[in-house]
């Protein structure tokens, strides 16, 4: 009987009738190891499943109502629909109930007042509305959004400093036209000079004119 050697096979002198067990040997091999990978697929699925929950979840951090409210007039503030915005905190000042929400409300209120400010008057307005909602503050957390402030705030010193351009130009112009009129002044009261001096010539002269009229008649006189 020829020998039959396999490379699955321990030893290479193994015969023919070993090999029907050597098989099943290989079958359970491959079916603990077919086996041990399903598993594996199934809880990297599993895994990856729960990691794309996960994310989904983390996802709407802050979402943005489309319903009239803080959040509302918040995002039209932020969006720089400011006179919207400003009607919208108006509307939930004069109607909302929690005193914590009124003066959130007034808050808001007071820095779209002060972005819209264009006037000594408005801006007086938005700061007093301001100083109100920080008395009612009071000690509790600062629960208000700080970006609509310091906004505000920018809004209003690019305001001022625009003004102050303004101002320096017309006060700079004014200065120029004041130049302009006194070297007119000046160069009238030169005229002025002139022609005075130019009288008291003519005076002298028809003095001395009356002078020499006057020895003419006396010569006159004695012929």
């Known amino acids: 009987m020829r020998k039959i050697w396999l490379p699955y096979l321990k030893h290479p002198d193994q015969t023919r009738e070993n090999i ?12 603990t190891l077919l086996s041990w990978l399903c598993r594996q697929l199934f809880l990297s699925s599993l895994l990856l499943s729960l990691c794309s929950s996960c994310t989904l979840l983390q996802l709407p ?9 803080q959040a509302f007039a918040e995002q039209l503030f932020i969006n720089g629909e400011f006179e919207r915005a400003l009607h919208e905190y108006q509307q939930i000042y004069e109607t909302e109930q929690s005193p914590e929400e009124k003066n959130l409300a007034l808050y808001g209120l007071a820095c779209s007042q002060m972005m819209l400010a264009r006037t000594d008057e408005q801006l007086v307005e938005a700061i007093g509305n301001l100083q109100k909602w920080d008395a009612i503050k009071g000690t509790a957390p600062f629960r208000e959004n700080r ?9 209003q010193s690019e305001v001022i400093q ?12 004014q200065i120029t036209l004041i130049d302009n009129q006194k070297k007119k002044i000046a160069q009238m009261v030169s005229t ?6 130019q009288i008291k010539e003519l005076q002298y002269q028809l003095q001395a004119l009356e002078a020499i009229d006057e020895n003419v008649q006396e010569k006159r006189k004695t012929l």
């Open 162 to 173: 625009q003004k102050h351009q303004e101002q320096t130009a017309r006060e700079a112009q």
């Open 147 to 155: 970006h609509l402030l310091v906004l505000a705030l920018k809004q």
């Open 61 to 69: 951090a802050f979402p943005v109502s489309a319903e009239p409210g």
């Open 20 to 31: 029907p067990g050597v098989f099943l040997s290989v079958m359970r091999t491959y079916q």
């Open 192 to 197: 002025v000079e002139n022609l005075q001096n």
